[in-house]
């Protein structure tokens, strides 16, 4: 028996079907691996409008930008500056809250799109996190350093706006030095 024979018995609406559920295999399992590689966030109590992996993503990016004993004693995490952006971006325009969600799920899956790694940004080493970000700030992608260039002036704006981190830039309310 020819294998053109052996094929002859199965029908064409058969194939199509076959076909049909192998391609929705395929597109399942690799929507479902880019979930699995996501994974899951603890909750988090009092986000306004942020969901939880948001938050971790944020977290993230915040901690790699300011880390604690970096440039100043205190950092993002000690003043929970995904939070700072959670309460802010809960008073901004629906459109401004779309936009920086889609920037936050390019940042988590952009290790993966576009350093083939098999590790979303919230997994990377902390070593890692910032460098990653770091070359999006000078990417030939128009995309990511917009992202990049936006994260970190909305970073920047929510931590020196923290009067925790006031004295730390010589800065004080009544105008004198601190």
């Known amino acids: ?3 053109l024979a052996a094929f002859a018995v199965i029908s ?14 395929v597109v399942g399992g690799g929507a479902g691996g880019l979930l699995g590689l996501r994974g899951c966030a603890p909750a988090v109590e009092g986000l306004r409008c942020l969901s939880p992996q948001e938050y971790r993503t944020l977290t993230a990016l915040a901690t ?10 205190i950092g993002a995490a ?14 901004e325009a629906d459109d401004r809250r779309s936009d920086l969600k889609k920037a936050l799920l390019l ?6 799109v576009y350093e083939r790694r098999l590790v979303t940004f919230s997994h990377l080493p902390s070593y890692d996190r910032l460098e990653h970000f770091d070359r999006w700030a000078t990417s030939d992608d128009l995309v990511r350093r917009q992202v990049a260039l936006a994260f970190r ?3 920047a704006v929510l ?6 981190v006031w004295p730390h830039i010589g800065y004080s309310l009544d105008g004198g030095v601190p």
């Open 1 to 3: 028996m020819s294998v």
């Open 12 to 25: 064409r609406r058969r194939a199509l079907t076959g076909g049909l559920a192998l391609l929705g295999l």
């Open 64 to 73: 790699a930008a300011f880390p604690e004993g970096g440039a100043f004693p």
């Open 78 to 91: 000690d003043l929970d500056l995904a939070r700072s952006i959670d309460a802010f971006l809960a008073d």
């Open 107 to 112: 940042l988590e899956y952009g290790p993966v």
């Open 153 to 155: 002036k909305l970073l």
């Open 159 to 164: 931590f020196y706006d923290q009067p925790d």
